[in-house]
Structures are given as structure tokens and as C-alpha cells.
T-cell receptor, first 110, second 114 residues
Framework: TQLLEQSPQFLSIQEGENLTVYCNSS?????LQWYRQEPGEGPVLLVT?????EVKKLKRLTFQFGDARKDSSLHITAAQPGDTGLYLC??????????FGKGTRLHILP | DARVTQTPRHKVTEMGQEVTMRCQPI?????VFWYRQTMMQGLELLAY????????DSGMPKDRFSAEMPDATLATLKIQPSEPRDSAVYFC????????????FGQGTRLTVV
């Protein structure tokens, strides 16, 4: 059973459009992280959300942690080709080990 | 510019050969993770260390994989003997536990076993 379910698996949209990707679980988390991975590179941490209902913004990216701390979303406004990549959510299982979802592969068409 | 360094970046080897991948974590980080990434399975946690002690290696095939931290500046992942199904990108990440852990990744080792 996958601890973190991400949807959609793949998303291809035109430059300038808005999009939202999701990360869901049946478990309650103390915190949740979002990473972005570009081809040939390791994942890079974008943000950590901690409090239920928390919203964090990183330029055109908006991250939200669900009130029950079991889900999270990432919204991108006016997507740019530079946003192309694999978006991964991750969280801490017991003993603080970090487990990843399978990711959403995003492709922005110029 | 602190970063996690992994060597080699690419490795092609024949089935049955031993493979050793190395990782230099960020200085001062007390946690090291080894992950394997494939298209089918995504990022799978193989093993992780806290203060050089192995905490969990349940994700690792025990008969052929081993992970060690001989000192605070070096983590190794060995496969012996290697098999074609081991072909994947192997990532090392380090972090600092302070209530929650955040992972800083190296660029990975792309392993191809033929």
C-alpha cells in the first residue's frame, strides 16, 4: 500500500495555464514536504508544511496542507516551461525516515 | 556551497560484478538516506543512517545489497553480485533531524547492469 498517493500521474498543459496537483493519504502527518526533480538531477526541496490548513506561497506556486493533515495540494499559476519536472510529495514515517509518493510528471508546452 | 556528492555519476557493469556507490553527505548533517528510483516504482527508500548508525534497511534486498558509513564523511552502497534488475538511479540524501527531517539530494548514480 502506497503511503502517499499523488494525482495526476502525468499532466501536460500549455504555457500560461493554471494547474493543481494532489497528494493524499489515509494517515495523519506531522508535516509534509514537496520536492521538484528535473531530468538528470536529484529532487530539490520546495517547501515543508506543518500546520493543518497552512498555505505557503513560493512565487507562482501555492502549497496547501489539508485541515486534517492527511492531504496536500500544489497549485501553479500561469505555468512556465521552467516549471516542467517531476513533483514529489514526501513525509516522515516513524523514526523520521522520509517516504515519497510516485510523483506527478508535469510538462509545460511553450 | 554545501551539497551532497555522489560518485560515480554513471556506471555500466556486467551482471555478477560488484558495484560500489559512494556518497559524501553535507558537513554537519546527521542523517543519510539511500534511495533507488525507477519509472515503475518511483523513489524507494533502501536504507538510512542516523549519526552513522543504521536505523532501517528493510527496503534493501539483504542477500546482495549492503550499506555502510565508515565515517561521517562517507556512505557506501554495495551490490554484489549485481543483476540487470538492479538497473536504476541510486540517490543519496542527507539531512539534519531537528524535529522534522528534510532531505538534500545528490545528483545520483545511474547504474546499468547488462
Amino acid at each position: 500500500t502506497q503511503l502517499l498517493e499523488q494525482s495526476p500521474q502525468f499532466l501536460s498543459i500549455q504555457e500560461g495555464e493554471n494547474l493543481t496537483v494532489y497528494c493524499n493519504s489515509s494517515s495523519v502527518f506531522s508535516s509534509l514536504q514537496w520536492y521538484r526533480q528535473e531530468p538528470g538531477e536529484g529532487p530539490v526541496l520546495l517547501v515543508t508544511v506543518v500546520t493543518g490548513g497552512e498555505v505557503k506561497k513560493l512565487k507562482r506556486l501555492t502549497f496547501q496542507f489539508g485541515d486534517a493533515r492527511k492531504d496536500s495540494s500544489l497549485h501553479i499559476t500561469a505555468a512556465q516551461p521552467g516549471d516542467t519536472g517531476l513533483y514529489l510529495c514526501a513525509c516522515c514515517a516513524r523514526d523520521d525516515k522520509i517516504i515519497f509518493g510516485k510523483g506527478t510528471r508535469l510538462h509545460i508546452l511553450p | 556551497d554545501a551539497r551532497v556528492t555522489q560518485t560515480p555519476r554513471h556506471k555500466v557493469t556486467e551482471m555478477g560484478q560488484e558495484v560500489t556507490m559512494r556518497c559524501q553527505p553535507i558537513l554537519g548533517h546527521n542523517t543519510v538516506f539511500w534511495y533507488r528510483q525507477t519509472m515503475m516504482q518511483g523513489l524507494e527508500l533502501l536504507a538510512y543512517f542516523r549519526n552513522r548508525a543504521p536505523l532501517d534497511d528493510s527496503g534493501m534486498p539483504k542477500d546482495r545489497f549492503s550499506a555502510e558509513m565508515p565515517d561521517a564523511t562517507l556512505a557506501t552502497l554495495k551490490i554484489q553480485p549485481s543483476e540487470p534488475r538492479d538497473s536504476a538511479v541510486y540517490f543519496c540524501a542527507s539531512g539534519l533531524v531537528y524535529g522534522r527531517t528534510e532531505a538534500f539530494f545528490g545528483q545520483g548514480t545511474r547504474l546499468t547492469v547488462v
